[in-house]
């Protein structure tokens, strides 16, 4: 009973990683008690030590992922056609769901060491994002409605821009019980670990977008104002996590473990930071006008003050149950907030893997779609042996085939010695 008590305590409070690797590609993002080595410097320390030689190198590992909320390679061809019938203008509409989101992220470990309770990597993460209101797509498709005022805000129209390189000390396998009082051995075998990320790079992000189009008797009139910040700089996170076995009776062993990342996690801009100021402005606009000027224009940069950048916190929970040559994992994750690195939405994925002959291991993932992305299927093949092992993962984005609105490829190589 005890013990069911302290395995509740754990998922309870892991439920209150924006760096991962791209082993992960295969499984969706389940794979928090998956990592060990190198890997287990960004997903959990607590795991660092669990591999059987005494060190591990990776270099240049990649993962690359491309997706968007509305067109898929159907749709692309459905619409590439002499004329559009209202029927495919409302198909193309009702994907969009109020706005169109393109997402693109590429990440690389540069290189990464581990060696029994210690770890160091050097990685490079490029995000970014932007999402554009349907309105405007619509008003190109159908034209505008007679006096009906078109309203743009932030909620539908933003982008944002990440790109920071870290280098990353890691901790961890250091016992738990050791720490804990004679009274509570009781306890499953539990490990902590712990890492300080050093970060340098740049941020930028959209601060206003206020938009006003509207065409009627008195003219057409259009009122559009972006605003824009963007700078360098440096920073740090930490990340602390632990693993527990629950169950550790050959053939099965089950596992748990959680995360919190981005610990005082804060980048500090302070290299050419500047401002960029857009707005656009037309009144009382007739036909009749538009052989000349009828708008006018204001584009302007100016140097600000120095910024700080807060990388919101992330709660992660992961388990991961083996069966011989066949695996499970189920993990879940939360920002405490929405950024460049995430939604505070939960992100809740499953991952399997059976290894062949064991060498040839065979994986495959499913990430639950929610309000901030599609669902993500994902499969992936590799060869492990002893001293090295290698894999090739892929996601699809929302569905699989042709009706995919994005994708996922990884590849990574990893040496034991």
């Known amino acids: 009973m005890k013990r069911i008590i302290f395995i509740s ?9 924006a760096f991962s690797t791209p082993s992960s590609t295969p499984f969706a993002g389940s794979f928090m008690q998956r990592a060990n080595g190198v890997d287990a410097i960004y997903w959990n320390p607590a795991n660092l030590a669990n591999y059987n030689t005494k060190s591990e190198i990776t270099i240049l590992p990649i993962s690359f992922k491309a997706y ?4 898929s390679i159907d749709l692309y061809n459905d619409l590439m056609v002499d004329y559009l019938t209202q029927d495919l203008k409302d198909q193309l509409l009702n994907e969009m769901n109020g706005n169109l989101n393109i997402n693109l992220e590429f990440n690389t470990i540069l290189f990464a060491y581990a060696s029994n309770n210690f770890g160091l990597s050097f990685g490079t993460l490029f995000n970014t994002y932007a999402k554009i209101d349907e309105q405007y797509l619509e008003l190109i498709l159908n034209g505008n409605e007679y006096e009906r005022d078109y309203m743009f805000t932030k909620k539908d129209n933003d982008v944002s821009l990440l790109a920071i390189q870290d280098i990353t000390l890691a901790f961890g396998g250091y016992s738990l019980n050791y720490l804990l009082p004679s009274s509570m051995d009781y306890l499953p075998k539990t490990k902590y670990g712990f890492s300080f990320s050093f970060l340098s790079g740049a941020t930028g992000q959209m601060d206003e977008f206020r938009g006003l189009f509207r065409a009627g008797d008195g003219g057409m009139n259009l009122d559009q104002n972006t605003t824009l910040h963007y700078g360098g700089g440096f920073g740090y996170k930490a990340m602390f996590g632990i693993s527990s076995e629950l169950i550790d009776a050959k053939p099965y062993n089950l596992s748990v473990g959680m995360t919190i990342d981005n610990i005082l ?4 801009n302070s290299i050419s930071c500047e401002a960029h100021e857009f707005s656009i402005l037309a009144e009382d606009v007739y036909v009749a006008h538009l052989d000349r000027d009828f708008f006018t224009e204001q584009d302007t940069s100016y140097t600000i003050n120095s910024f700080s950048t807060e990388l919101p916190m992330k709660y992660a929970l992961g388990f991961l149950l083996k069966a011989g040559n066949l695996s499970g994992s189920l993990d879940f994750a939360k920002y405490s907030k929405p950024s460049a690195f995430g939604s505070d939405l939960l992100d809740t994925s499953i991952g ?8 040839f291991p065979l994986q495959a993932g499913y990430m639950l779609a929610n309000d901030a992305h599609p669902s993500i299927t994902a499969f992936g093949f590799g060869l492990r042996m002893k001293y090295w092992d290698g894999s090739i993962g892929f996601q699809l984005y929302d569905s699989v085939g042709q009706s995919s609105k994005g994708t996922a490829i990884s590849a990574q190589m990893k040496f034991r010695f």
């Open 9 to 17: 305590i754990l998922i309870s409070v892991s439920l209150l990683n």
């Open 68 to 71: 968007n909320n509305a067109f």
């Open 265 to 268: 996690g804060t980048m500090k």
């Open 352 to 359: 399997i893997e059976y290894e062949l002959l064991d060498m």
